[in-house]
């Protein structure tokens, strides 16, 4: 058994192609997973039931329910349902946003949450409004004690990118399986993104480990 | 928008049973071979004091814990094949890449067990004369096991759903079904709402489960 390497000079461009699908696909969900998480983490900790209760199910079923079903579901039901023509693209990154809120969501509330109660206080007493308190003394801190699980959860995100090819959208993934049974040759083409995610996601949980240490010793 | 008739799900739901009975199983099967045996077998290999025992170790839960579960699965079973010549049936693929996968994430919880123990611990037993053997089982695994089962209970959930990713090979779970019953009913919303529906189900009792095995052991040792 040979490792062909000329197979992947020859089929490069169509791997990268796949390669920045798959980037397009993380920047569309991140963009919603920011937003999203940051609406559903106000609306979890508002004092009114009328927010915290659909906030709470957003969460769990979000992060309870499989991923593939919640993509699968958006792309055969969404067009049924609605009549609007919904391409693979959109409904996998969309959902993978969504998911992607409701992890983000419990990360930010536990940044929140970790900023001693003192601080608020102190923040207090100096007569500081609701704005000032937010900007200058909660969310700097809160923001940081949120970095370290950001970082591991987009290492978690960019492996989920992979599972848009469950309905046919040609990432990365998809296309060196396409590119497999096109030339009988797996061993090369999966070898070869195999590595090229490693690449990807190792220095991001490397970092993430880094981060939770310099937390820990501080 | 066209109505909708839930009876073709209840009509077809033993066809969906069947499959997410597959997803329960190879949650089982990974949790118990991949999270336990093969992930505790890799977090002594990871302690050791020796380098070669070490090192390829580190490299493999580095591998499998930086990859996507789908390019390992499609890697098990269109790769594999290729390099070594063995050919296996696709649950037999999906098995592996799940073992290999989870693994490799629970050996990292049980090492930082094992670790988080204290070196106290190791040198009061050896000061108290203790031999190797019974160290191990007398002082540290008691105490490692108290900080590894809760975080390795909660895992179980991140295994099922893993486990429906693996319907990229052609094995019979909860996916494969519905995929196959909406695509003769032509009835998607029913069919995939319910399945959605019953993953959740099995989703939430595995959680709540969990939650309540954790408290439970946390309890039980305080």
Redesign the interface.
């Known amino acids: ?1 040979s490792f062909d390497l000329a197979l992947l000079l020859r089929y490069w461009p169509r791997l990268l192609e796949g390669l920045w699908t798959t980037l397009a696909v993380a920047a569309v969900g991140l963009v919603v997973a920011l937003i999203g998480g940051a609406l559903v983490c106000a609306a979890r900790r508002s004092p009114s039931r009328a927010f915290t209760y659909p906030a709470h199910a957003f969460i ?2 979000f992060r ?7 993509i ?2 958006a792309y ?2 969404i067009p ?4 609007a023509r919904v391409s693979g693209f959109w409904a996998g990154s969309l959902t993978l946003g969504l998911i992607g809120a409701a992890y983000l969501a419990e990360i930010f509330r536990a940044g929140i949450e970790t900023v001693p109660k003192g601080q608020w206080e102190a923040a207090r007493a100096m007569g500081l409004p609701r704005y000032p308190l937010w900007r200058c003394v909660v969310l700097p801190q809160a923001l940081r004690f949120s970095i370290p699980p950001l970082v591991n959860y987009f ?1 978690e995100f ?6 848009l ?2 309905v046919g959208v040609s990432e990365l ?1 998809l296309q060196a ?1 396409l590119l ?1 049974g096109q030339t009988f ?3 090369e083409f ?2 070869a ?2 590595l090229v ?2 690449a990807i ?2 220095p991001f ?1 490397l970092l993430s480990r880094r981060l939770e240490v310099r937390h820990g010793q501080s | 928008m066209s109505d909708l008739d839930f009876s073709v799900a209840w009509e077809y739901l033993p066809a969906l049973l069947e499959g997410l009975w597959t997803n329960i199983l190879l949650t089982a099967l990974g949790f118990l071979c991949g999270g336990i045996v093969l992930g505790s077998l890799l977090a002594a290999a990871n302690l050791s004091r020796y380098r070669v025992v070490r090192w390829p170790a580190m490299v493999f839960v580095e591998l499998w814990r930086s990859t996507p579960l789908l390019v390992q699965a499609i890697w098990m079973h269109f790769a594999v094949p290729g390099l070594t010549g063995i050919v296996t049936s696709p649950f037999q693929s999906a098995l592996l890449a799940l073992v290999f996968n989870v693994a490799a994430y629970c050996s990292e919880i049980i090492r930082a067990g094992i670790l988080g123990v204290g070196r106290g611990q190791f040198e009061a037993a050896k000061a108290l004369g203790l031999p190797a053997f019974q160290s191990w089982r007398l002082v540290i695994l008691p105490q490692a096991l108290r900080l590894v089962l809760p975080p390795l209970v909660g895992t179980t959930i991140s295994i099922f759903k893993a486990t429906a990713i693996l319907s990229i090979l052609a094995i019979n779970d909860l996916i494969r079904a519905a995929s196959r019953v909406s695509s003769q009913t032509f009835q998607p919303v029913e069919i995939y709402t319910t399945a959605a529906v019953l993953a959740f189900a099995v989703g939430l009792l595995i959680t709540l489960a969990g939650h309540w095995l954790e408290r439970y052991l946390k309890r039980g040792w305080a």
């Open positions: 058994m769990a079923f309870i329910t499989p991923e593939v079903i919640l699968f579901w055969f039901c049924f349902l609605s009549g290492t960019l492996k989920n990118t992979t599972l090819a469950a993934s399986y497999g040759r797996y061993v999966l070898t993104i195999a995610y490693f996601i190792f949980s």
